[in-house]
């Protein structure tokens, strides 16, 4: 394990894909190119050290959950994107996209996801999942650097819009399970969850861009947080 430290800042590359990045005590990065058992282990500890220190401990599960289904989500979108690259299937071409999308979920595995998890990170695309946190509330973010296609923009907003339909994870399976893919679950089961503590699900935003996606989760803990989307940025 390299360490580099100063001004109060360190980062620790703890392996081949996982650099993990301190400033100050207030603001934790983790990077890396697959979710491995390895960075999950880091992503609890993350979870646990700041909720521990913010006296929340009870909502580590709740927020390990979510950061690591974000963080599974963007390293699936780096790798899908490498699919495409290698088959020469254009994201925004519709029926090459429908294509691609079909052929990467028969083929996928956890071995193709270690390989291509390892061909990401030699083309530059990572998942960056940010920490930054005081006494009045976490803002998290889980960015992963490649655009996505118009036709998932459409499926992601129509799976939140459904999440926030409910409240309740039970009957959400029981009502979807048959119809709606993985990654839907995921997304909508977020808003649930956020519910089930008692956190406004509006606090979950996903900001698509031109050469990134950012998942942004905020949990104010106390009437003085200041959200991003009111301090003037997106």
Avoid: W
Avoid at 86 to 95: A, Q
Avoid at 183 to 198: D, N, T
């Amino acid at each position: 394990m390299e360490k580099i430290s100063g001004m109060g800042k360190e980062t620790s590359e703890i392996s081949d894909h996982i650099k993990l990045h301190v400033e100050n005590g207030k603001i934790l990065s983790l990077k890396t190119h697959r979710v491995s058992k390895q960075v999950e282990i880091h992503i609890k500890q993350a979870v646990e050290l700041i909720l521990d220190r913010l006296t929340h401990p009870t909502l580590v599960p709740t927020l390990y959950t979510i950061i690591k289904e974000l963080a599974i989500n963007a390293c699936k979108a780096n790798q899908k994107r490498v699919f495409f690259e290698e088959r020469g299937y254009r994201f925004e071409i519709p029926d090459e996209y429908a294509k691609g999308v079909r052929e990467y979920r028969e083929l996928f595995s956890e071995e193709m996801s270690n390989e291509f998890g390892a061909k990401a990170r030699k083309k530059g695309y990572y998942c960056l999942i940010n920490f930054n946190y005081n006494e009045n509330g976490i803002t998290m973010e889980v960015i992963n650097n490649t655009p996505i296609a118009k036709e998932e923009e459409k499926a992601i907003r129509e799976r939140l819009e459904k999440g926030m339909m409910y409240d309740d994870i039970a009957q959400f399976y029981m009502d979807n399970a048959d119809t709606t893919e993985g990654a839907g679950l995921g997304l909508a089961l977020i808003l649930i969850m956020l519910k089930g503590e008692q956190i406004d699900p509006n606090f979950f935003r996903i900001i698509i861009g031109e050469e990134a996606t950012t998942a942004r989760l905020e949990i104010p803990l106390n009437d003085k947080f200041t959200s991003v989307r009111d301090s003037g940025n997106s």
